[in-house]
């Protein structure tokens, strides 16, 4: 699989939720190379202790998706770096990339599919529908976070090629759709935290669930304060 990095996104904590709360979720594309760490891009800030980290130092977001989601919803009209993406391409959803994919992007850097995204409230706020963090949850279509294997300097334009697929059978859609869709069923939840390359935050709610026989509660990460 081969694609183009359509767009490199960036975005400075402000002011964003109904309340004040603070978010870096507004993305705005960078006009020239930014370099990238173990830790994601230069000037692109976190405010939330669940984002950011060596296991989600770059979302991306496919951005057919904001047709999906235009073609849903009347009035929508946000465009790449609207949903928090650090990496906008066309032709790469997560119906076709895979727990554990290895990405070569430009000469230097190496990227590594950890997880989906868990996609929260802000995204709703962000768009102006109350329901879209929900419908992307529902659809398997919140983005994903990969690991920084090899640090580089990053693009827009760039390729992006890949160069491994350990778990060619767990799509980030399979695994998304069985995480939320049937959250208790036992073999699903082993097979899945067994996957050596899925994140850390992943694997520990499936042991929760094991461990419990219950479902971590979703309404305030979907809805919050709305």
């Known amino acids: 699989m081969r694609a183009t990095v359509e767009a490199v996104l960036t975005g400075r904590a402000q002011a964003f939720g109904p309340n004040g709360e603070m978010s870096a979720t507004r993305k705005t594309r960078v006009a020239g190379p930014v370099r990238l760490t173990a830790l994601g891009l230069d000037g692109d800030e976190h405010t939330d202790p669940n984002h950011g980290g060596e296991e989600k130092a770059v979302l991306h977001y496919g951005a057919e998706r904001y047709d999906d989601w235009a073609g849903r919803y009347a009035g929508f009209s946000l465009g790449p770096g609207g949903f928090g993406e650090n990496v906008s391409t ?58 920084v294997l090899a640090p580089g300097t990053l693009a827009a334009g760039m390729p992006m090629e890949l160069v491994e697929r350990p778990q060619p059978d767990w799509s980030l859609a399979r695994l998304i759709r069985g995480f939320y869709g049937t959250p208790l069923d036992t073999g699903f939840l082993e097979e899945a935290k067994a996957l050596d390359r899925l994140g850390t935050e992943w694997r520990r709610a499936m042991e929760a669930r094991l461990a419990s026989s219950t479902v971590e509660r979703w309404q305030g990460r979907l809805y919050g304060p709305l």
């Open 90 to 147: 066309r032709g790469m959803t997560e119906e076709n990339v895979c727990v554990g994919d290895q990405y070569r992007v430009g000469p230097d850097i190496l990227l590594e599919v950890a997880q989906p995204r868990q996609p929260c409230w802000k995204l709703s706020h962000n768009a102006g529908v109350r329901e879209i963090a929900a419908a992307m949850q529902e659809h398997a279509a919140p983005g994903w976070y990969y690991r």
